[in-house]
Every structure is written in structure tokens, then in C-alpha cells.
């Protein structure tokens, strides 16, 4: 983790996450050496040139962030503004506020940082073609949000609370929302434990914090089909573990395999489940589908499978598109048996897969191209999704602006 050093004023502009004071001074005393620390600015603004900024982008929002477009990737990339909110041990949010993007300050002795009390979310914001701005689905965000957050002990904002909060700091941040086709805003809420424990307990303050960052393809690849590597010698969840909720110790989990597999040329990593090895789980971020025929499986929601809020989406747009879908155990077998594989997810929506290795064995699918299925079910929920399509399904919500 980078560790940022704040002078003074960017300390206090930064929230404060374990209810600390800045330092007196802008130096960091460590032992007998004083380090002195360089200032920091946001861009090179003073703070008070800050909030200038945040009312006047409020207003001249019409301008587009000067950014090459064409070319976006999944990387990080800043933004003017976050969204923070705290909460002690009465589980109450504060009202929250919109506040410059920058580094945020809090206890070493930190609940997440200790004990990795923390969960994540993520969805996505299109510009329409006519300019406006739609979520897709973002209350399943807010109450997937709350049952991880039941799992981790940690109080979570309501429904309403997440709402308003993801509406604000996208709306703050609506120069950065990609033209139409040019890819979306993803959005990433955090809820944490912030305050300071030793021992092994729940944290006594909490930080629901939002940013968001522009972005295009999430694989490389692009919309081409990915090449996966079956794992079993790791697990991403085992029963009666966190598997089921988006916990962010699952994800250091399965940066090791992640590695290994790209080292040898793959995307990324197809994990089994643990008991007997041989039924499918996820992808290290995404859900998996096999078709055979007219019908299509996927594993179900069973505490060790990330219930996808993409995957629910594609389970209703497959049946209204005439498709038999089934959420059981698939096996390895099937899989290796099907006619096309795909997978879902909000960062990756839909990606073809067009191979799959288990033991040495590569098996291919579609012939290097998209599958017709996979194909015709990611411009289903895209058209919907970037609101091309009427919104038979209720699925998006309208920013105003
Ligand atoms: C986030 C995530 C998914 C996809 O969920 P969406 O709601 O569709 O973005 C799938 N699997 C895992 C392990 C995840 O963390």
C-alpha cells in the first residue's frame, strides 16, 4: 500500500477516519529523526481552491474531462470528488458528504487494516446516447452491501442512504462519465472498519466511502473470448466461509493463483469447489455460465458462489429470451462437454470464453469467435444497460441532472 504523507492543510482537507487531529506540524516524527514531509496538493489547488471547484463543477458540468477516451482500460484513474460518511457504535451514518478526491487518514490499529473488516461493491454509470446518466440496478448494490456487511459485523447505510450517496458523488463527478460507447463510470462504494481495535473484535466506528473512475474493457482482450486455467490446488471459498459476500480478503486470496496463470498466458482462473473438487465456483471476479443447446446452467447461490448481480440479470434476460436456465452443481465435465462458456460481472459484463486448461487438457469453444449465445445475451443487457433499448425490466435509474 502507498503510504501518503499530507501537510497540514491537506490532512484536514482529507476526512479523518479514526476521529484523530492532524499532526500539529507538517513533519512526521519517527524515533529521534525528523522527517520533513513535502506538501501535498490536490492538482496543485490550495484547499480553498477546492471547494471553489466543487461548487462551480456542480454548475459547468457540460464539459468532458480531457482524457483519451478511445483508449480506456480497467486502470485507476483519479477524479475530482468522493463521498464519505461515518458511524460510531450506535451503527447510526452520519449525512455523509461529497469532498475532494484524495488520500484519507486513519489509525494504524484500524479494524480493516488489522483484521480486514471491510467489503466492496461495484456498478457501473453509461452516458445515453442522449446525454443523461443511468445506473443499472444500484439498490442491489445497496442490499448486497447490507447482507456482507451482517456476515462481517459491521452496520451498513440503508438502501436510501447508499442511493442518494451513489447518485451525489456520480453527479459531482459527471465530467468523468465516458461518452456513449466509450465505456462507463464504475463506481466503487467501501464500508470499513475504521476505528481503532487490538484485539480480535468488531471495530467501534465504521467509513462508508464511494469513488469512481472512468472506464472501458476489463480484460484486455477486450470482447474477445479469454482463455481460463482450471485451478485445483487453491480455493477462492470454502463452506461456512466469506465465498458468498464481497469481502476484500477474498480477493488477496486469489491474487496468487491470478499471477501464476497470467505468468503462462492465461486471463485468469477458474476455481472448483473445495470439498470435492470437481464442481465449478467463479472465475476470480466473475460468474460462470455454460450453454448446451437451447439450455444454460450456472452454479447456484450456495455460501461459496458471489450471488452477481450481472449473473442474476443475465438468468432473466436468457429466459425471456426464450432460453431454459437452470442454477444448479455443473461439473467440470460439463463444462469441458459444452457448446460455449461465458462470464459475467459488472467490470467484464459478459466475456466469452473461447478456452479452458484443466490438467494440461485445452479445451476450445466457438472457433475463436464469440459465441452466438454469449453474443446475443451482451447486447441484450448492454442495450439495457446504456439504455438503447426501452427499460422493460425496470432495471435503470435515471441521474438528474
Ligand atoms: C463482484 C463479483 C462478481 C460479479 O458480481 P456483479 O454484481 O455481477 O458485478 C462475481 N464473482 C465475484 C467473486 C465477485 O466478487
Keep these: 500500500m502507498e503510504l501518503h504523507l499530507a501537510s497540514r492543510s491537506a490532512l484536514q482537507a482529507a476526512p479523518s477516519l479514526a476521529g484523530q487531529r492532524p499532526p500539529p506540524s507538517p513533519s512526521l516524527c519517527i524515533r529521534n529523526h525528523t522527517f520533513k514531509v513535502p506538501p501535498l496538493s490536490y492538482k496543485g489547488r490550495s484547499l480553498i481552491g477546492c471547494q471553489a471547484s466543487l461548487a462551480t463543477n456542480y454548475m459547468e458540468t457540460s464539459e468532458l474531462a480531457d482524457l483519451d477516451w478511445e483508449n480506456l482500460g480497467f486502470g485507476f484513474i483519479q477524479t475530482d470528488f468522493m463521498y464519505t460518511a461515518k458511524c460510531g457504535e450506535d451503527g447510526i451514518f452520519s449525512k455523509g458528504e461529497v469532498v475532494p ?26 452516458r445515453k446516447k442522449d446525454g443523461s ?3 443499472f440496478r444500484p439498490e442491489e448494490n ?40 466509450k465505456g462507463s463510470l464504475y463506481i466503487r462504494p467501501l464500508l470499513m472498519g475504521s476505528g481503532a481495535v487490538l484485539g480480535l473484535a468488531p471495530a467501534p466506528e465504521y467509513t462508508f466511502m464511494i469513488f469512481v473512475s472512468p472506464v472501458g474493457n476489463y480484460f484486455k482482450e477486450g470482447l474477445a473470448p479469454i482463455n481460463l486455467i482450471i485451478e485445483d490446488n487453491f480455493h477462492r471459498a470454502a463452506p461456512g466461509g466469506t465465498g458468498g459476500v464481497k469481502t476484500i480478503g477474498n480477493y488477496a486470496s486469489v491474487l496468487k493463483a491470478q499471477k501464476i496463470a497470467k505468468e503462462k498466458g492465461y486471463s485468469d482462473v477458474l476455481y472448483l469447489d473445495a470439498v470435492h473438487n470437481k464442481y465449478l465456483e467463479e472465475v476470480s471476479s466473475c460468474n460462470i455460465f455454460i450453454v448446451k443447446g437451447n439450455v444454460i446452467s450456472t452454479p447456484a447461490i450456495k455460501g461459496t458462489i458471489l450471488p452477481g448481480i450481472t449473473r442474476k440479470s443475465i438468468v432473466q434476460v436468457a429466459q425471456r429470451n426464450g432460453f431454459k436456465v437452470e442454477e444448479r452443481l455443473v461439473s467440470v ?24 486448461t ?23 443487457l448492454t442495450s439495457l444497460q446504456m439504455g438503447d433499448v426501452e427499460d422493460c425490466m425496470g432495471w435503470t435509474v435515471q441521474l438528474d441532472q
Excluded at 461465458?342 to 478456452?355: D, E, I, K, L, N
Design 101 to 126: 478526491f484524495g488520500p484519507i487518514a486513519m489509525s494504524p490499529s484500524a479494524g480493516v487494516l488489522n483484521y480486514g473488516q471491510g467489503l466492496f461493491e461495484g456498478l457501473k454509470a453509461y
Design 133 to 135: 446518466i443511468l445506473l
Design 142 to 181: 445497496a442490499i448486497r452491501m447490507r447482507n456482507g456487511a451482517e456476515r462481517m459485523c459491521m452496520p451498513a447505510p440503508t438502501i436510501e442512504h447508499f442511493l442518494d450517496a451513489v447518485k451525489q458523488v456520480v453527479l459531482a463527478n459527471k465530467r468523468w462519465v465516458p461518452p456513449t460507447g
Design 333 to 356: 465435465d460439463e463444462l469441458l462437454e459444452a457448446d460455449e462458456v461465458f462470464c459475467t460481472g459488472t467490470a467484464v459484463v459478459v466475456s466469452p470464453v473461447g478456452s479452458i
Design 358 to 380: 484443466y490438467l494440461e487438457n485445452r479445451v476450445e469453444y466457438g472457433n475463436q469467435g464469440i459465441g452466438v449465445v454469449s453474443q446475443q445475451l451482451y447486447t441484450s
